[in-house]
């Protein structure tokens, strides 16, 4: 069981998800602003939180950061709008996932127990309790990132990918395969695996923008390389080369 926060100034809406996550077995908490539904995150501590985009008082996005402020519990947003604009701002303020209206109760509870299981998943493994190369540091068994010293802080999504990449570094990983990874067999949106890719990497910039390796791999993904690994630019290799041919 877990403590569901529901946020929406549909009555009806309200009603619909609370009986459908009190049926699944969670407990429930509801809000019909995002003003409210900010007391009542600090005074109920939910695991997951689910939130209109657009509501009076204070909308679901200015609701996603206030939250993110002070807890990395997954957000799951209901939105109507469709744009890829609208989807990257609302990832970019701190949501894990959404869902577009009109809501199918079923996809809507699979996405927010897919968010649980990945915000409990274990943060260590047998082979490997922490990484470290020249400019990252990760401790899995704290759950804490280093970027040249620097603590950054990451959601649960944004750690989880970078899990799987500092775990596999120099590996080719497939969009498809971080998807099913990260978020689960339920899900088809590649999208969800770029936005949240390129919100990881402003994380991870240090004070002079540098960026950790994390590159794309054109038409397939992406891929980690420790600095010290990646390959020397086109023109240096060509220079090295004829420099040995001579």
Known sequence: MAKVLIVDDEPAV???????????????????????GLREF???????????????S????????????VSYSPI??????????????ILAAGADDYVTKPVSGRELLARVEACLRRSKWPTTTASQSAYSDSRLSVDFSRREVYVDGERKELTPIEYSLLSLFVRRTGEAL????????????????????????????????NRNGRQPPISTVRGYGYRYERPTER????????????????
């Open 42 to 56: 600090f005074s109920f501590q939910p695991d997951v939180a689910v939130v209109d985009m657009m509501m009076p």
């Open 174 to 205: 497939s969009a498809e395969f971080l998807l099913t990874q990260v978020w689960g067999r339920e899900y088809d949106t590649l999208g969800l695996v770029k936005w949240h890719v390129s919100n990881l990497r402003k994380k991870l910039e």
């Open 76 to 89: 799951v947003v209901l939105t109507a709008m469709d744009r890829v604009d609208d989807k990257v701002r």
């Open 231 to 246: 390959p020397a630019p086109a023109a240096a290799r060509t220079e090295v080369e004829s420099t040995v041919a001579d």
């Open 58 to 69: 204070m909308g679901g996005e200015e609701l996603c950061r206030r939250i993110r402020e």
């Open 14 to 36: 309200l009603t619909f998800l609370k009986r459908l996550f009190d049926e699944a077995g969670h407990r429930t908490s509801v809000a019909a602003d995002g003003a409210i």
